[in-house]
């Protein structure tokens, strides 16, 4: 009963995460500019993080917590990286 | 502990934070999509990492600390890991829309609430996108 009822509540914020989701990905594909899209690429991967971090509770599995703490690492050295081509790439043109 | 016999409190507890935060994000990706400019839009997106993460954390901390009857802090790593880098990244794009906004225009005012064009008549300057 109660493992239930914290299953679909779980389910519910993994549905309000998809749809944050949903939203950043509208911002990506229309985005006017290069850094709009690159800011909801960086709030995509942390939304990810975390519907990760909902799923390992879903199982009870510790397993997945390990894959949200790699895609954090990873997300910031990529959202550095796209922030700095911004950069230098502008001054050698 | 199995599954099958969590107490009430822990069930409502853990799921009325996960839901908070899920709620919080997308409270701050709206205002991701629905904000008008980019310097503007760059405040949104920080409602997910510190009180979205915050409070989804908190939720898996009190969930595996009863279910595993030992103190489990390692959500803390993610926590801090998070909130450390984000203002950094932010920063960083900041600089380099602005660095990108002004070798557009160099004479225009930079006016945070119109879109950047160029108030020099005649004088032809292309967009980058």
Known sequence: MSADLLFWMLTIAQILLALAMAATAYRIIRGPRAQDRILSLDALYVNAMLVLVLFG???????????????????????????KFLMRGEVIE | MSLSE?????VLAVGIFAILGALLTLVGTIGLVRLNNFY????????????????ILLASILYFSVTAQRPSVHEVLIFIFVSVTTPVTLMLLARAALYRDRMESPNARLDPDADIKSEIPGLEIREIR
């Open chain 1, 57 to 83: 509770m879903k199982t009870g599995t510790t397993t997945y917590f390990e894959i949200a703490l790699i895609i954090g690492l990873l997300g910031f050295v990529g959202t550095v990286a796209l922030a």
């Open chain 2, 6 to 10: 969590l107490p009430l409190w822990l």
């Open chain 2, 40 to 55: 503007e839009r760059v405040h949104a997106p920080t409602l997910g990492t510190s009180l979205g993460s915050g409070f």
